[in-house]
């Protein structure tokens, strides 16, 4: 009877699975914002831009280095218009970090019925679900704020899904979800495309790979040049296309690293189904080829890896439906060990949930959140530091305090002919900063000494006035800008 009702309800597990990681990285990403070390790059720009799509505005996203022009000029991320009226139920930048969660546990659905589609054994398939989440890719991006670049990962992993299942028009609604996810996701569909060309010669293959080329042709030769006028911010110096040596995959202890790893992570059973890792190679010739001039899309850490996600299981799933001599419970084992391996050489974040660190609360949370609730005003204009940004997002007119040098050839506040200063965008009515000791260069975009020495100056310059102060918490009133003092 109990062997009858576990086997009518095994259906459960995946289920459950999916439900231990969504519940588990909301926890993750939500905890680490209520203690302040989300920030304003990227979560506070996400977060304003999905608010003005939620309030029917222009997603103008004055925290961004061009705070007088749309997101759009910047990245074409559309999927943010997408999940706007989800701020309709819960305006809050915990809605945004849970519906991307949501996304990428989601999308292990299809994984599970990928894999049971192949052929793939019962316990293999659930345990496939499980190095699909706990991959490091994952992990960093629930880790990092938010980013666009999980709901291209979540779009992929069905489209490519919906294509095995040869599935027409749920594969081609996937497609456009995920090329307007991001602009380079476009090269990825191509890829995807063509690895079911090679297969199969369906004309619906070549319909997705010209798509594909037209989307990312017009991005990158129309629209950014001739539309917005402006180029491409994360190409290399020398244009987009300025170098195109394979070696570079490859030519840094960095990248080696990654290549391993994401191998690793899945037991090295994707490079059994090769045609699979043409569109993973895709993904990481953007970064180390295209964009190697790009530093933080170089290595493990960040959300550039999640990308590679749907390709590495894709081929893991293939190689077991083809191998069906390793589809055994000692494979599920190794596969377990691989991702555990991984988990604990490269300590990633979901390990974060057993540190004690990660659930204590520094004294300036409270202080930062009085006075934020109690004496900035909701609709004021205001300038904060980068961790205080993605609290107070929801505003018309809020800009990223740049800490910076000023020279002076007479008059100096430093009494030095160069003083630490800042910088900021237009006349806001506010100044918010918290100089608590536990915050660093990721908090304040500069050491806390310098941070520190800056906030005296445009005091003594009369730049702001203090206004209320709480602990460690500052609120000044805005005099001036700061790039007006001579």
Not at 57 to 83: C, M
Not at 144 to 154: G, L, Q, V
Not at 197 to 206: A, E, I, N, P, T
Not at 217 to 241: Q, R, W
């Amino acid at each position: 009877m109990l062997k009858g009702f576990i086997s009518k309800h095994l259906f459960v597990l995946p289920f459950l699975i999916i439900l231990f990681f969504l519940t588990s990285y909301s926890v993750l990403s939500i905890v680490r914002h209520d203690n302040y070390q989300s920030y304003g790059y990227d979560l506070g720009i996400n977060d304003q831009t999905v608010w003005r799509y939620a309030h029917f505005q222009l997603p103008i996203t004055t925290i961004d280095p061009f705070p007088d022009k749309s997101k759009l000029v910047e990245h074409i991320e559309l999927v943010y218009a997408l999940i706007a009226p989800s701020y309709w139920i819960w305006e809050s930048r915990k809605m945004l970090l849970f519906v991307e969660v949501l996304a990428i546990c989601s999308s292990a659905i299809p994984v599970y019925l990928l894999a049971r589609k192949k052929g793939v054994s019962y316990i293999l398939s659930n345990v496939l679900v499980i190095v699909y989440l706990m991959f490091y890719g994952v992990q960093q991006v629930m880790w990092f704020d938010t980013h666009s670049s999980t709901y291209a990962a979540a779009f992929l992993m069905w489209f490519i899904y919906f294509l095995e299942e040869k599935k027409k028009w749920w594969s081609v609604l996937f497609f456009f979800l995920a090329i307007t996810a991001k602009e380079n996701i476009g090269l990825l569909t191509f890829l995807v495309a063509f690895v079911f060309f090679l297969k199969s010669r369906r004309k619906l293959y070549l319909c997705f790979m010209a798509a594909s080329v037209a989307y990312v042709g017009f991005i990158f030769l129309v629209y950014f040049p001739d539309i917005v006028h402006m180029k491409y911010l994360y190409a290399n110096s020398g244009g987009i296309l300025s170098n195109l040596n394979p070696l570079s995959l490859f030519d840094t202890d960095e990248k080696r690293q990654v290549i391993w790893y994401s191998l690793f992570s899945f037991g090295f059973l994707p490079l059994l189904s090769p045609l699979t890792l043409i569109p993973a190679l895709g993904d990481l010739s953007t970064y180390f080829v295209i964009a190697n001039q790009l530093p933080g899309a170089q290595g493990l850490v960040g959300q550039y890896r999640v990308t590679l996600t749907p390709f590495l299981i894709w081929g893991t799933v293939r190689t077991l439906s083809k191998l069906r001599r390793i589809d055994k419970w000692y494979t599920a084992g190794y596969l377990i060990f691989c991702a555990i391996s991984v988990q604990y050489v490269l300590h990633e974040p979901l390990s974060y949930l057993t540190k004690q660190w990660f659930w204590t609360r520094s004294p300036g949370v409270a202080n930062i959140n009085t006075m934020i609730k109690n004496y900035l005003p909701n609709t004021a204009s205001v300038v904060s530091q980068n961790n205080i940004t993605p609290h107070i997002s929801h505003r018309d007119k809020i800009f990223t305090l740049y800490p910076e040098k000023k020279s002076f050839n007479k008059n100096s506040v430093c009494g030095q002919a160069t003083c630490d200063w800042f910088r900021w965008y237009d006349h806001p009515q506010y100044l918010i900063v918290d100089t608590s000791p536990e915050w660093d260069a990721r908090h304040y975009l500069t050491d806390r000494e310098p941070f520190l020495r800056g906030l005296q100056n445009i005091e003594k310059a009369k730049v702001v006035t203090k206004y209320k102060q709480i602990g460690s918490t500052i609120l000044y009133k805005v005099n001036e800008n700061p790039d007006d003092v001579k």
